[in-house]
């Protein structure tokens, strides 16, 4: 560590840490895209189904897990039932696009549908703190897939298949929702654009009142900020980002299943922040993709991968409690902070 | 001229050189089935059932000369890892077929996985009607029995015990609870039976004898109950300590009373009747040598869905062979009303929903263990074909 010079601690007056991390994200996140376009060029040369599929399926679940990471890397708000609003917007996409196939009318529909139920279920869960909200988030989160599951119009058990082929109309051109790379490229733009909501979101000044949030919730009222009003209204926008995800789901795989609010979905959200980077943001994305790519991997190598994703996430916690940005993120800061110089 | 005549020496190498390489191409079939977590049991058995029969058609030479290669994944009984391990099989490893899925959400999700990709799949647990009916798919099949067979093979034997008995139902509060009460009430009210009540239950109910005042007062002769696992040991025991077992036939569906919980129930599941699709004591020469081979390659007895799988081998075997072909296309209009030995007996493929038509089983438990009281002819349980869409 170069850190201990003066030198240094100078320029670590003369720029915000915390700002300089965030813009080390930003580069990671660039990183990322490129390898994407990279990877979806190979697909395509190769003429790949499978794993154009399964990237886009890991950047969809990386977007919820970027709104998982919101709630617990920047707010202090560990959610065990965030799954829901993923679910929720899954299953209100699916809805409208039984109805009709129009990409705009589904997020339409979720976005609207999800600030009103995101709302209501937020006044419920920020009136407790630390553990008592993780428990109602999970208890939240099990009652509402519970009434799915039992609810004949919803398909119940069964869940809901037959979402149609969707047209994405983008002005300049139509993304089929099932041609491979198009729909992965797709989803790539969708999720950075959701990425650059949130950094941006959580860099003004109501970003910071989050962080405050974590640090000492007890003080800042004293600051003259409402603590009440900012969390709700960041747990309203997390479940904005989930359902926004989760309303791509029904339009890679044509169907919506209970499961997808269950505890499985939103403990793997979890595991994937973790193994990622808490209040990274980056490190979400890049840990949906890890976990997805090693689920499939593993997967078909021994029917007991989950003993090996428990261990690896063990493993994550012990060594790397910072998780995968933990180790690569500073190096870019110090580059970064080089370079400015 | 010489160009020509080397250029069709070539030809001639690689069709010699790939010829026999295609024949001995083997077979793949995919398997998608829970391997971890709750319904890994069900996943067992699928998994047995299917490489015993694997090993007994590869011994004999295969299909059309090929061998089979089964494909295994863990679907952890969750539709969306189960769609994403399909297309795996279908796109990455070009499976030629794909079986395996158990609980219903899977089976239809990997179902329109299969349309979209153009291949075949069967299902050989799942037993939820909607499979071949209102959500039928023509890139589906069902070789074993739905609950509405089940159900249907229950009634008509409860309708020749006791004619136009009064029947009373307790199901589990919960959607499927519902549906099976629903369509058990439905068959019976058919055969001329009247229902005197209907109580349904939260799922994990300690006390049951909330319900006994009614369940009296209405006087049935038949007790209908779709309740499983624990809350069956709850229901039976505490019927029985309030005496109203006597005089009352219960009956219920297939998963009501299992070899789970059959131990627990004790004295009280005497009596229990239900329809299965499966029964390890069906007299025939086909299942008689199909559960000594079962028992001796895995030392555990098979249930129908180990029996069920083992029987999908020899229907994929029969309909590609009448097919003389695995593309999608004409192994599909082969599998349309083929009839094929199961450890059942014949099975055939109805063609207008692709649901198995199999004789149906009605099964009496007798100090813990389950014994053949009647038989119900395949026509007789099977029902109307639902299927529009194709």
């Known amino acids: 560590m170069r850190s201990a010079s003066s030198k240094d601690a100078s320029a670590f007056l003369a720029f915000d840490r915390s700002g300089l991390a965030m813009r080390a994200s930003h580069v990671l996140v660039v990183i990322l895209v490129v390898a994407a376009f990279g990877f979806a060029a190979v697909g395509a040369a190769l003429n790949d189904t499978f794993y154009l599929r399964l990237a886009t399926e890991a950047l969809i679940f990386g977007g919820f897990a970027l709104s998982v990471d919101i709630l617990l890397g920047y707010t202090g708000l560990l959610s065990l039932g965030h799954a829901l609003y993923f679910g929720f917007g899954a299953y209100v996409s699916a809805l409208v696009l039984k109805e009709t196939p129009s990409f705009w009318a589904a997020m339409g529909a979720v976005l609207a549908a999800t600030l009103v139920f995101g709302f209501i279920t937020g006044l419920i869960a920020n009136r407790v703190r630390g553990v008592y909200f993780a428990l109602v988030t999970f208890g939240i989160a099990q009652v509402a897939a519970k009434a799915v599951y039992n609810t004949r119009a919803l398909g119940a058990s069964d869940g809901l298949i037959g979402i149609p082929i969707v047209p994405i109309n983008l002005g300049f051109m139509t993304v089929m929702s099932n041609a491979p790379v198009a729909f992965f490229l797709f989803t790539l733009v969708f999720v950075i654009l959701l990425y650059v909501a949130a950094a941006y979101l959580l860099d003004t000044s109501f970003g910071r009142i989050l962080g405050a949030l974590r640090v000492n919730e007890h003080r800042v009222p004293f600051l003259g900020y409402s603590t009440h009003r900012a969390r709700l209204s960041i747990y309203v926008f997390a479940a904005i980002i989930a359902a926004l995800s989760g309303a791509l789901y029904p339009m890679l795989r044509g169907f919506v299943s209970p499961e997808l609010m269950f505890f499985t979905t939103s403990g793997n959200a979890v595991i994937t922040v973790v193994i990622g980077g808490v209040g990274t943001l980056a490190g979400a994305l890049y840990g949906s993709v890890i976990l997805t790519v090693l689920k499939s991997v593993i997967g078909t190598m021994t029917e007991h991968h989950l003993i090996v994703i428990g261990i690896l996430f063990m493993a994550v916690v012990i060594f790397l409690p910072k998780g995968l940005m933990g180790v690569i993120r500073p190096r870019i800061a110090r580059r970064l902070r080089g370079g400015a110089r | ?390």
């Open chain 2, 1 to 390: 001229m010489f160009k020509l005549g080397k250029l069709y020496t070539l030809l001639l190498a690689t069709t010699i050189l790939s010829a026999p390489a295609l024949a001995a191409d083997p077979i793949k079939i995919g398997v998608v089935t829970p391997l971890s977590g709750t319904y890994a049991p069900i996943g067992q058995q699928v998994r047995w059932g299917l490489e015993l029969a694997t090993k007994e058609v590869n011994a004999s030479g295969g299909i059309m000369g090929r061998q089979i290669q089964l494909l295994f994944e863990d679907e952890e009984a969750n539709p969306s890892v189960a769609v994403q391990k399909a297309e795996k099989l279908f796109e990455s490893e070009k499976v030629d077929f794909l079986t395996g899925t158990v609980n219903s959400g899977s089976t239809l999700a990997v179902g329109q996985t299969a349309e979209r990709a153009g291949k075949l799949i069967a299902t050989t647990v799942s037993f939820a009607d909607s499979i071949t009916g209102d959500k039928c798919s023509p890139n589906v099949f069902r070789v074993n029995a739905r609950a509405g067979q089940q159900s249907a093979a229950l009634a008509a034997w409860v309708a020749k015990q006791k004619p136009k008995a009064k029947v009373y139902f307790l199901g589990p509060d919960y959607e499927m609870g519902r549906s099976t009460v629903a369509t058990f009430k439905r068959t019976i009210e058919g055969l001329g039976a009247t229902s005197v009540g209907e109580v349904f239950a939260p799922l994990d109910s300690k006390d049951y004898t909330q319900y006994f005042g009614q369940l009296r007062q209405a006087r049935p002769e038949v007790l209908y109950t779709s309740v499983a696992g624990n809350d069956t040991v709850r229901l039976l025991t505490q019927m029985q300590d309030f005496g109203l077992l006597g005089n009352l036939l219960v009956v219920g569906a297939s998963g009501t009373v299992t070899s789970q919980n059959i131990g627990a129930i004790g004295a009280a599941a005497d009596g229990f009747t239900t329809g299965v699709g499966y029964s390890t004591q069906i007299d025939n020469p086909g299942n008689k040598k199909f559960v000594a081979d079962f028992k001796a390659a895995t030392k555990a007895d098979p249930d129908l869905y180990g029996a069920d799988s083992y029987g999908l081998i020899y229907f994929y075997k029969a309909a590609v062979e009448k097919a003389q072909s695995t593309a999608t296309d004409k192994v599909r209009a082969a599998m349309a009303d083929l009839k094929w030995a199961t450890p059942q007996g014949e099975k055939t493929m109805r063609a207008g929903d692709h649901q198995a038509i199999q004789p149906m089983y009605v099964v009496r438990v007798n100090s813990g263990k389950f014994n053949i009281v009647g038989e119900v002819g395949g026509d007789e349980a099977i029902g109307p074909d639902e299927c529009k869409r194709f």
